[in-house]
């Protein structure tokens, strides 16, 4: 799953620097997440950096968004361009 970014965010702006895959930026009113570039840090680090260092705990799996650890690595691997973007996904 990609994550989800809910209204109880603060704007605290700590969370944005923490992402490797930009996937995290300011909103209208709150930070917001892509779920095209969020791979819940999959490649990156054991954990969602997100998650770790956000001060009120808004940062929840988005259930619209259902990916497979398999499904995050693939994500991985495009964004860091080891696979084409095109390639066709298992």
């Not at 909103?27 to 001060?55: A, K, M």
């Amino acid at each position: 799953m990609a994550l989800i970014i809910t209204d109880e965010c603060i704007n605290c702006d700590v969370c944005e620097p923490e992402c490797p895959n930009e996937a995290i930026h300011l909103g209208l009113e709150i930070y917001e997440i892509d779920p095209t570039r969020c791979t819940e840090c999959v490649g990156h680090f054991d954990e969602p950096q997100c998650v770790q260092v956000c001060p009120v705990a808004c940062i929840p799996l988005d259930p619209r968004h259902v990916e497979s650890r398999e499904t995050l690595w693939q994500k991985y691997q495009r964004l860091q361009g080891l696979v084409p973007a095109d390639s066709p996904t298992r």
